[in-house]
C-alpha cells in the first residue's frame, strides 16, 4: 500500500525486503530520499542506516524511519545512526508526501 500511495504521488520507488538487500539495492540505486523501518529481518534498521551513512555516495541522502516504535531512546538511537526523520504507524500517507518533500526540498 506504501509504494502505491508513493508512486501515485508521482515518486519512483525501489524496494527491498530487508536491511542487506537494502543495502544491496543502493549499489545500483540513486535515491533522492531512502524510507526505512527500523524492525526488519537479517539488517535492522539501525545497521541499514548506519551502512548507508559509511558509504560516501549517500551521507547526504535523507533517510526516513517508518516505524511502530515511539520509544525516544530508539529515536535518538536512529538520529544518530544517521537518521533525518522517525514516523510512526499508523500515519496518515500524506504526513509521509509531506516528509518527503520537505527534505527533498
Not at 515518486?11 to 530520499?33: S, Y
Not at 535492522?44 to 516504535?69: C, H, M, Q, S, W
Amino acid at each position: 500500500m506504501l509504494l502505491v500511495t508513493l508512486n501515485n504521488a508521482g515518486f519512483e520507488t525501489i524496494q527491498a525486503e530487508d536491511g542487506v538487500e537494502g543495502l544491496e539495492v543502493l549499489e545500483t540505486a540513486n535515491p533522492d530520499v531512502i524510507v526505512t523501518d527500523i524492525n526488519m529481518p537479517r539488517l535492522d534498521g539501525f545497521g541499514f542506516i548506519e551502512g548507508v551513512r559509511k558509504n560516501d555516495r549517500y551521507r547526504a541522502v535523507p533517510i526516513l524511519v517508518l516505524t511502530t516504535e515511539s520509544d525516544a531512546e530508539k529515536k535518538n538511537r536512529a538520529r544518530q545512526a544517521g537518521a533525518t526523520g522517525w514516523i510512526v504507524k499508523p500515519f496518515d500517507p500524506t504526513k509521509l508526501i509531506d516528509a518527503i518533500e520537505r527534505v527533498t526540498a
